[in-house]
Structures are given as structure tokens and as C-alpha cells.
């Protein structure tokens, strides 16, 4: 259940940065790709956590 909220919030978070960057600077495109990254880091963490 913990990874259906945290794929909620970094898609909230996703959509806000697209609805106001309409045109992808570079600095934004980096920006959601950390933001990616963290959101998958976290996922198999939290994932991981559980089968353990």
C-alpha cells in the first residue's frame, strides 16, 4: 500500500512540473529525472523491505 501513495505523490509531482514547463528546459528535464530516479530508488527499497 506504501508504494501506491509514493507513485501518487511523485505523479502529482510529475504532472505539476509538465503542466508548468510546457517546454522542457534542460534543468527541468534533469529535475524529473532525479525525481525518477529517487521514485525508483524508494519503490525497490520499500519493496525490498517488504520481502524481507
Known amino acids: 500500500m506504501q508504494q501506491f501513495y509514493w507513485f501518487f505523490i511523485i505523479s502529482v509531482i510529475l504532472a505539476t512540473f509538465f503542466m508548468i514547463f510546457r517546454r522542457l528546459t534542460i534543468k527541468t528535464y534533469v529535475l524529473i529525472t532525479i525525481l525518477?530516479?529517487?521514485?525508483?530508488?524508494?519503490?525497490?527499497?520499500?519493496f525490498a523491505a517488504d520481502l524481507l
Open 36 to 46: 525518477v530516479v529517487l521514485y525508483i530508488t524508494v519503490l525497490v527499497l520499500s
